[in-house]
């Protein structure tokens, strides 16, 4: 039972510290895939964006196979990694998760369209800002939650240095 417990809490463990470079690899195919749905219209590819949300929320790259491919694939080759804490990073998966299922929910389900594409510009905001600028908008929201006192600082001891951060 020890061995399946340590299993599962590996299965289910974020990276931390992660490599930037494959967080923004991952939020420019989640860029594109945002654009070509609200392009074309074609909701059933939320299924798959919500689908590698979730699954990195819960895992990391584990079990997305755009994150193993972002992880193991593309930046390695893309220079020495950059490492940012992890916490923050699964926060905005998180926010991304709940925004992809919800569009997914909404145009799927009901057909409710217009409200699917408020949804997926959102995402298509964030991911194009991580993608371009190294801009986390779910990471800025997790420092303000910390800030706040809504997330403790032990979630995140890192996150609250910002002298470690700043010399960097």
């Known amino acids: ?5 340590g299993m599962t809490s590996r299965l289910l463990s974020f990276p931390n510290p ?3 470079k494959a967080a923004r690899v991952v939020a420019a195919t989640v860029f594109v895939l945002a654009a070509v749905t609200l392009a074309t219209s074609t909701y059933w590819l ?3 964006l919500a689908y590698g949300f979730l699954a990195r929320t819960l895992t990391g790259p584990t079990l997305s196979p755009l994150g193993r491919v972002a992880s193991q694939v593309v930046a390695p080759r893309l220079g020495p990694p950059r490492y940012v804490p992890g916490p923050p990073k699964r926060f905005a998966q998180a926010i991304g998760a709940l925004l992809s299922c919800a569009a997914a ?3 799927l389900a009901f057909g409710l369209h217009t409200a699917a594409d408020v949804l997926l510009a959102m995402l ?3 991911a194009g800002l991580e993608a371009a600028f190294a801009l986390c908008l779910g990471c800025r929201l997790f420092a303000l939650a910390m800030r706040a006192g809504l997330v403790p600082e032990r979630v995140c001891v890192e996150c609250a240095d910002l002298s470690r951060r700043l010399a960097a």
């Open 46 to 48: 939320l299924l798959p």
């Open 105 to 107: 929910l909404l145009a």
């Open 124 to 126: 298509l905001v964030a």
């Open 1 to 5: 039972m020890a061995r399946f417990n």
């Open 18 to 20: 992660v490599n930037e």
